[in-house]
């Protein structure tokens, strides 16, 4: 960690420069150049202080060109190669030297800012029951965000040094990485503290603010990993039941609901089931994914892996007896998320049907470039009213952190794992994500045994949340790399007359996927400044 770097940022009067945009109601400048004491000697100097903060969660759009989380697992292919792009981690590359997407450094000068804030909040003057009110709301953003930034470095680096004060010059900077069970208490207690501060529902003015829900989700979401194989290699039941008590926490509240626009997710700033959200309207989205006849790069282009998870409309597997899958109609009556998520040989897109048919005019090629490798194209994440041909316009395009599908499937999972058999509640949470308005999938069936209900859980995951980040995160936290990301596979398209094709899966590529790859490695510069610092398994 840059400790040393952090101990002279802290010292006498701070010089902050600019940052970048959070949302569209607050300027978003650190401190203007302030002092300490000019910025926390003002309310509305310290709220621009903490929207300077929220600018410093994680990008899960496009964390550095051409990467995405989806290219990186068996969701997706990036049909280009950069230095640091997702075949770092899809070749085996990824080493203590080179990680295109390491995040210890910013994360940690991100905790740094919010141990700031959360020193000198209390005696920041108020001026009437509003700022009152404000402090305390603002308080518990603080902590969200603290813990926010603690789950995204236990997610990728297993256990790290717990630092919950501005350290000073004189501190020993080389500190240990703490315990598994003292970083997942110390996140727990910042959202327990974050919940007990934030309101359930925000007003107009602070939309994109953190709430009691995305604190008491965040704790959910921590307590699901924390419970999961690579976290607790001794299937500790207690984890699985604290995990599932906290994902009921928000689904007490009675205040989120599953949504059936489910191409509509991330291009609206409010819905039912949206529990955090990004205001950042990233409106490079659309040139980065589109297809490339209408003007795109189709930087994620889904792999046949993910396609074969997509149900039947009946709820059953392609292929299995009574299915009705056609081999040579494949994308016939399936399950609905597969057409709002991906574009296939056939879809219509801005009322043009896409050809993904070899020599088609978005078909499929061998070569390094924009056209499918793989013969998809994504869907989901992109706005159809925006454009990039015949003109430009953005549309609309909000990340979603939290959404309370997620916390359904959160739970089930985790009850799922802390019983002998599935109880109701479990079918019951499954079957409100399935067979919801829009998407009207089938009940799981009667029946099921514990084996049989994870890999359920696990499949309506990968497809309820794809694309969405959480795949690359899930195989790593169940430890299956090594039996899904062997393989990327694609579908060959060739069309044989008028309106008939044939489709043969085939092999786009073989991927490196070993152990160590379950979590990052420490940054070799950080332990060079760190020595306290241990090395994750599998990196020298």
Not at 5 to 33: N, P, Q, R
Request: aromatic share 12%; net charge neutral.
């Amino acid at each position: 960690m840059k400790f040393k770097l952090i101990v002279i940022c802290i010292l006498g009067v701070i010089a902050f420069s600019g940052c970048k945009k959070f949302d569209e109601y607050l300027d978003k400048a650190e401190t203007g150049g302030l002092s300490e004491e000019e910025v926390f000697g003002d309310y509305v100097q310290t709220e621009r202080y903490l929207a300077n903060v929220y600018s410093q969660l994680s990008n899960e759009w496009m964390p550095v060109n051409s990467f995405t989380y989806a290219a990186a697992s068996d969701e997706a292919k990036c049909p280009v190669v950069y230095f640091n792009g997702p075949q770092v981690f899809t070749r085996g590359l990824i080493s203590q030297n080179h990680n295109p997407v390491d995040v210890w450094a910013s994360l940690y000068a991100a905790i740094r800012k919010v141990n700031r804030f959360i020193e000198k909040v209390d005696a920041v003057p108020v001026k009437n029951a509003t700022q009152t009110a404000g402090k305390v709301r603002m308080k518990g953003e603080a902590y969200f965000l603290r813990a926010y930034f603690y789950a995204e470095l236990h997610k990728r680096y297993g256990t790290v040094p717990v630092i919950d004060r501005v350290l000073q010059i004189n501190d020993n900077l080389n500190i240990p990485r703490n315990s598994e069970e003292e970083l997942v208490r110390f996140i727990v207690d910042d959202c327990n503290e974050a919940a007990a501060n934030l309101v359930p529902v925000n007003t107009s003015a602070n939309i994109g603010r953190a709430t009691k829900g995305a604190a008491l989700m965040l704790k959910s979401r921590v307590l699901l990993y924390a419970a999961s194989l690579l976290h607790n290699p001794t299937s500790d039941v207690q984890k699985w039941e604290r995990a599932a008590e906290a994902a009921e926490d928000v689904m007490k509240l009675n205040l989120y609901q599953v949504d059936g626009d489910y191409k509509g997710l991330f291009h609206k700033r409010t819905a039912p089931n949206i529990i955090f959200q990004s205001t950042i309207n990233n409106t490079a989205w659309v040139q980065q994914m589109f297809v490339p006849s209408q003007g795109g790069l189709a930087w994620i282009q889904p792999l046949q892996n993910l396609v074969d998870d997509y149900e039947m409309k009946n709820g059953l597997k392609p292929g299995d007896a009574g299915s009705g899958y056609d081999a040579n109609n494949p994308y016939a009556n399936r399950d609905p998320r597969l057409a709002a998520s991906i574009l296939y040989n056939g879809s219509t897109w801005r009322d043009n049907v896409i050809e993904t048919f070899v020599d088609g005019l978005d078909g499929l090629v061998s070569a390094e470039g924009a056209k499918t490798q793989t013969g998809y194209y994504l869907r989901k994440l992109l706005d159809e009213n925006g454009s990039m041909t015949p003109d430009n316009r953005p549309g609309d395009h909000f990340w979603v952190y939290m959404r309370y599908e997620e916390t359904l499937l959160n739970f089930a999972e985790a009850r799922n794992e802390a019983l002998a058999a599935p109880d109701n509640s479990v079918y019951e949470a499954v079957n409100a994500v399935r067979s919801r308005a829009g998407v009207n999938m089938p009940a799981l069936p009667a029946g099921l045994n514990k084996a049989q209900m994870r890999e359920r859980i696990r499949r309506e995951r990968r497809v309820e949340l794809a694309f969405e980040g959480f795949r690359f995160w899930d195989i790593r936290r169940w430890r299956i790399g090594k039996s899904v990301m062997r393989e990327a596979r694609g579908m060959r398209i060739v069309k044989q007359g008028a309106g008939s094709f044939s489709y043969t899966p085939f092999l786009v590529e073989s991927r490196i996927y070993e152990d160590a790859f379950d979590l990052y490695p420490i940054p070799q510069t950080e332990r060079n400044r760190n020595t306290a610092l241990d090395q994750n398994y599998g990196y020298n």
